[in-house]
Every structure is written in structure tokens, then in C-alpha cells.
Nanobody
Framework: QVQFAETGGGLVQPGGSLRLSCAASGSIFSIYAMAWYRQAPGKQRELVAEITAGGGGNTNYADSVQGRFTISRDDAKNTVYLQMNSLKPEDTAVYYC????????????WGQGTQVTVSS
């Protein structure tokens, strides 16, 4: 089963930027579509961005991050990235990555996530 390790979170002021990384191990990374999710305190986990397999030709974003976040992948490094610009306080959450099998099931185990806090 694929396992993930998310890094790159931190405290940033509104309007700032962060780049998250998700390293995968345990399987053939390139065959999986990948996605970033986030969970804020008291809220359900939500899909943030997704990217197709095999080089990532297609991407999709939640309306709330469209135009501010960019998902990308490097299959040679078994890593998927999330570049986050123009961050807002409402982006504060723990961010996770996984390989979606369907809208509610996943190929991988959830990692620890990485905390992103947007505050002045």
C-alpha cells in the first residue's frame, strides 16, 4: 500500500506563500492520480486539488483555491507538490495527500499531514 509523508507547512501571514511536498513510497507512484486535501478544526476533510496520473496532464481545483494554488508532480521523485499563493486565514488547516480511488476511497494510507496556519 502506498504511504505518504507531507512536509512544508508552517505559519505564514495573509498574502504569503508556501510550497507543500508529499513524498510517496511503497508502490509505483506514477500510475496513481494524486490529490491534496485539507481539514480545518471542526470541519470535514475536503478536496483541494487533484492531478492525473502519467505526467499529470490534467488538474482540478476547489473553487476556494482556484487561481491561487497549483498542484504538480515529479514522478521521478515520487513527489507531488502544492504551491499555495495569496494565502488567506481560511486556508488554515492540516493538509494531506493521497491517491484517490473514488470520491470516498483511497489507494494509500493517510499520513500525518502538515499544518498550515495563515495569521497575522
Amino acid at each position: 500500500q502506498v504511504q505518504f509523508a507531507e512536509t512544508g507547512g508552517g505559519l505564514v501571514q495573509p498574502g504569503g506563500s508556501l510550497r507543500l511536498s508529499c513524498a510517496a513510497s511503497g508502490s509505483i507512484f506514477s500510475i496513481y492520480a494524486m490529490a491534496w486535501y485539507r481539514q480545518a478544526p471542526g470541519k470535514q476533510r475536503e478536496l483541494v486539488a487533484e492531478i492525473t496520473a502519467g505526467g499529470g496532464g490534467n488538474t482540478n481545483y476547489a473553487d476556494s483555491v482556484q487561481g491561487r494554488f497549483t498542484i504538480s508532480r515529479d514522478d521521478a521523485k515520487n513527489t507531488v507538490y502544492l504551491q499555495m499563493n495569496s494565502l488567506k486565514p481560511e486556508d488554515t488547516a492540516v493538509y494531506y495527500c493521497n491517491a484517490p480511488r473514488s470520491s470516498t476511497t483511497y489507494y494509500g494510507r493517510w499520513g500525518q499531514g502538515t499544518q498550515v496556519t495563515v495569521s497575522s
